[in-house]
């Protein structure tokens, strides 16, 4: 493999992680948050769908 394929592959390993990290993360802290503030579960659970969504168009503007 050329040099700059293998940092290619290695950056796009990083993005796919950090991705999913960041995805539990944030979707862990908007459910809590919608507990907290008693807008109840379902309201947290839509928050992060649409932020996938919102995560998902971006990409296809990447």
């Known amino acids: 493999m050329p040099k700059e394929r293998e940092e290619n592959v290695r950056h796009l ?4 992680s950090f991705y ?6 944030t979707g862990g802290a908007l459910i809590s948050l919608a ?3 008693q807008w ?10 649409a932020l996938q ?4 168009l971006l990409s296809f503007l990447a």
């Open 20 to 25: 999913v990290a960041l995805s539990i993360g």
């Open 40 to 49: 109840g579960i379902s309201a947290g659970v839509l928050m992060v769908l």
């Open 13 to 16: 390993q990083f993005v796919d």
């Open 35 to 37: 507990e907290t503030v």
């Open 53 to 56: 969504l919102l995560f998902v």
